[in-house]
């Protein structure tokens, strides 16, 4: 699809991208984020397919090589949730003590980097543009 020869339509797919955090800052794979998704906002309940989450090296978009292999986060991944039913996904470049390895999607170290989600068949809150992804938060 290098040159986009069809497109997708909002009952099909809604695609979110960021290259920034919460505070604006440009992600950088040296760093830590963490996505926290409340328990009745987690990507699971708003897609009436599935969902994905990729990790992309800007410029270039290309998924980024780690020791795991692991290049996205999808509905089919094996997340571990809060006892409270919210999900937090862990983003940079180890995982963070006590978090769950199933959780990560690792980045490269000092690679400034693209997380875009995709939501297959979404709900209706998605396609009004009601509910996004939260914002990557830096983990200090």
Request: glycine share 6%; with cysteine; hydrophobic share 40%.
């Given at each position: 699809?290098?040159?986009?020869?069809w497109?997708?339509?909002?009952?099909?797919?809604?695609?979110?991208?960021?290259?920034?955090?919460?505070?604006?800052?440009?992600?950088?794979?040296?760093?830590?984020?963490i996505?926290?998704?409340?328990p009745?906002?987690?990507?699971?309940?708003?897609?009436?397919?599935?969902?994905?989450?990729?990790?992309?090296?800007?410029p270039?978009?290309?998924?980024?090589?780690?020791?795991?292999g692991?290049?996205?986060?999808?509905?089919?991944?094996?997340?571990?949730?809060e006892?409270?039913?919210?999900?937090?996904?862990?983003?940079?470049?180890?995982?963070?003590?006590?978090?769950?390895?199933?959780?990560?999607?690792?980045?490269?170290?000092?690679?400034?980097?693209?997380?875009?989600?995709?939501?297959?068949?979404?709900?209706?809150?998605?396609k009004?543009?009601d509910?996004?992804?939260?914002?990557?938060?830096?983990?200090?």
């Amino acid at each position: 699809n290098l040159a986009a020869i069809w497109t997708d339509v909002a009952d099909e797919l809604v695609t979110f991208q960021t290259t920034r955090d919460v505070a604006g800052k440009v992600l950088n794979g040296s760093n830590t984020y963490i996505m926290q998704f409340a328990p009745n906002e987690c990507p699971a309940s708003v897609a009436g397919s599935h969902w994905s989450m990729a990790l992309l090296c800007v410029p270039g978009h290309r998924v980024v090589p780690n020791p795991l292999g692991r290049f996205l986060l999808t509905s089919h991944s094996p997340l571990v949730r809060e006892t409270d039913g919210s999900l937090r996904i862990f983003v940079g470049p180890r995982v963070p003590e006590g978090a769950p390895v199933s959780n990560w999607l690792p980045s490269s170290d000092w690679k400034p980097f693209q997380l875009t989600m995709r939501v297959y068949v979404p709900h209706d809150v998605v396609k009004r543009g009601d509910w996004f992804p939260p914002a990557p938060a830096a983990v200090i």
